[in-house]
């Protein structure tokens, strides 16, 4: 089973920036994509951005394009969101998804508060 653990969530201020991190670990896994989602109480989970390995492009949700940029560090099995330009509809808990070959893992989430 592959665990992963969310962290780089925190308050900040409209127009500012925060970078999400994800760490995946487990016992001999291999990921085949990476993606982002976000949720606020009352709503769906939403996609924010995702990555699949090979040649898939990357995708990102229409409200963030321009501001996020989902990218990795397969060497260390690492995943991140660079949010900027963030606006109070960015405030949400910030979930991580893998697939990998065993399976989807989810993290925990991070709490991303943007406010003046």
């Known amino acids: 089973q592959v665990q992963l653990v969310e962290s780089g969530g925190g308050l900040v201020q409209p127009g500012g920036s925060l970078r999400l991190s994800c760490a995946a670990s487990g016992r001999s896994f291999v990921i085949y994509a990476w993606a982002w989602y976000r949720q606020v109480p009352g709503m769906e989970r939403e996609l924010v951005a995702s990555m699949a390995l090979g040649s898939s492009p990357t995708t990102y949700a229409d409200s963030v394009k321009g501001r996020f940029t989902i990218s990795r560090n397969k060497a260390n099995n690492m995943a991140y969101l660079q949010m900027n330009s963030l606006e109070p509809e960015d405030t949400a808990v910030y979930y991580c998804?893998?697939?990998?070959?065993?399976?989807?893992?989810w993290g925990q989430g991070t709490q991303v508060t943007v406010s003046s």
């Open positions: 998804k893998v697939k990998s070959h065993i399976g989807v893992a």
